[in-house]
C-alpha cells in the first residue's frame, strides 16, 4: 500500500511560480510511474504531468507545455511540480497520483492506483 500526500500549493498571482511536492511512503514509490492532475471547480480532472519512475521520460499537458516541470528524487521518494508564469486558468486542486504498472495511457485518471487528497492552487491579482 503506498500512501500519496501533495504540498505546496497556495495563492499567488499571475506570472508568479510554486513548486508542488508529492510525497508517499512505501519503498515501492520509486519504481512506480507518476502523475499530476488538476481539477477547477465544475471541470473534469485532466491531465497535467507524467514521469516515468526512473525520471528519464517525463510529458506534459499542451496547456502547460514549456511552463512547468515535473521531476522526481527517487531517494527521497519525492515527486516534484514546478509551475512557473503561472495563469488564472491554472487555478484547480492538483492531485499527484502513483501508477505501479507503468501503463502507456498516462493521460487518464484509470491508470493510476493511488491518489493523494490535493493541494490548491489558486491565480489571481
Known amino acids: 500500500q503506498v500512501q500519496v500526500e501533495e504540498s505546496g500549493g497556495g495563492l499567488v498571482q499571475p506570472g508568479d511560480s510554486l513548486r508542488l511536492s508529492c510525497v508517499a511512503s512505501?519503498?515501492?514509490?520509486?519504481?512506480?510511474?507518476t502523475g499530476w492532475f488538476r481539477q477547477a471547480p465544475g471541470k473534469e480532472r485532466e491531465f497535467v504531468a507524467h514521469?516515468?519512475?526512473?525520471?528519464?521520460?517525463?510529458d506534459y499537458a499542451d496547456s502547460v507545455k514549456g511552463r512547468f516541470t515535473i521531476s522526481r528524487d527517487n531517494a527521497e521518494n519525492v515527486v516534484h511540480l514546478r509551475m512557473n508564469s503561472l495563469k488564472p486558468e491554472d487555478t484547480a486542486v492538483y492531485y499527484c497520483?502513483?501508477?505501479?504498472?507503468?501503463?502507456?495511457?498516462?493521460?487518464?485518471?484509470?491508470?493510476?492506483?493511488?491518489w493523494g487528497q490535493g493541494t490548491q492552487v489558486t491565480v489571481s491579482s
Open positions: 514521469i516515468s519512475w526512473s525520471g528519464a521520460s517525463t
Open positions: 497520483a502513483a501508477d505501479p504498472w507503468g501503463g502507456s495511457d498516462f493521460t487518464q485518471t484509470s491508470q493510476y492506483e493511488y
Open positions: 512505501g519503498s515501492t514509490f520509486s519504481r512506480y510511474s
